[in-house]
């Protein structure tokens, strides 16, 4: 999909660069994509994404940091010799890995939904 988006972007600009028409071309291709980037389905998308952006923000961050304060505790434990409680960090840092790979997994999966739906939307209003 990434490929894609950036070949079409790379089509238009050199379309845009490379016509003729110049810049009379330029403000209608600059009008059409204005008109389309304004209309409510595009908008709704844009919407959705930044509310899923703002509240997936916080989803890593929020993991990254519980994960810390888990191998933090496991290192200060009282108890046991210095040895025992690297163990225990250790096999802290092992869960929260898998955590915060499960947490990134999860943001980029919704990530891709949304610009696909975005993407979708924007199809449909062309046609």
């Known amino acids: 999909m990434r490929g894609k988006v950036g070949l079409v972007i790379g089509v238009g600009i050199g379309y845009v660069l490379g016509t003729r028409a ?8 600059k009008t059409q994509a204005s008109s389309l980037w304004n ?3 595009v908008q709704k998308q844009v919407g959705k994404v930044s509310d899923f952006a703002k509240s997936s923000a916080l989803a890593l961050p ?12 496991a290192a ?4 046991g010799d210095a040895g ?5 960090a250790v096999q802290a840092g092992k ?13 980029k999966r ?5 610009a ?7 199809h449909r209003d062309r046609s």
């Open 22 to 29: 110049g810049r009379e071309r330029y403000e209608q291709i």
């Open 39 to 41: 209309t409510d389905t």
């Open 62 to 73: 929020k993991t990254l940091w519980d994960s810390a304060v888990k191998v933090t505790k």
């Open 76 to 79: 200060t434990h009282s108890g």
């Open 84 to 88: 025992d409680k690297l163990d225990a």
């Open 95 to 107: 869960g929260s890995a898998d955590e915060v790979s499960r947490a990134a997994e999860t943001s």
């Open 110 to 114: 919704s990530v891709k939904k949304a």
């Open 116 to 122: 696909d739906d975005v993407a979708d939307a924007v």
